[in-house]
């Protein structure tokens, strides 16, 4: 199993940005789909965005698209999440995973790796 750490979170105004970003360790990263995903206070964690092994497919949630972007350097074995315009509603603990499955997947189960999140707070 591939190791993640996240980093980059921490506390911005409504309309601001920031980017997270996740290293994996421990595995063959090119073998992986990766994903982030999210879980505010109260709620289940949900799928925010997703990219194929070679990087060129990415995927978002609807809530979230045109405003976050995923990407990957297969190189250097991150996976990056830029947010911008950033939403009282985005605030949550942001985790990154890994995914033996095919590109698409979004369900938590789909994701045999996990970060230990890092936590992005939105003010107004």
Do not use: H
């Not at 591939?2 to 990263?29: D, K, M, N, P, Y």
């Not at 978002?60 to 939403?87: C, E, H, P, W």
């Amino acid at each position: 199993q591939v190791e993640l750490v996240e980093s980059g979170g921490g506390l911005v105004q409504a309309g601001g940005s920031l980017r997270l970003s996740c290293v994996a360790s421990g595995g063959t990263f090119t073998n992986y789909v990766m994903g982030w995903f999210r879980q505010a206070p109260g709620k289940e964690r949900e799928f925010v965005a997703g990219i194929s092994r070679p990087g060129g497919g990415v995927y978002y949630t609807a809530s979230v698209k045109g405003r976050f972007t995923i990407s990957r350097d297969n190189a250097k074995n991150t996976v990056d999440l830029q947010m911008n315009g950033l939403k009282l509603e985005d605030t949550a603990v942001y985790y990154c995973a890994a995914s033996l499955g095919r590109t698409g997947v979004t369900a938590f189960s789909d994701f045999a790796s996990w970060g230990q999140g890092t936590q992005v707070t939105v003010s107004s």
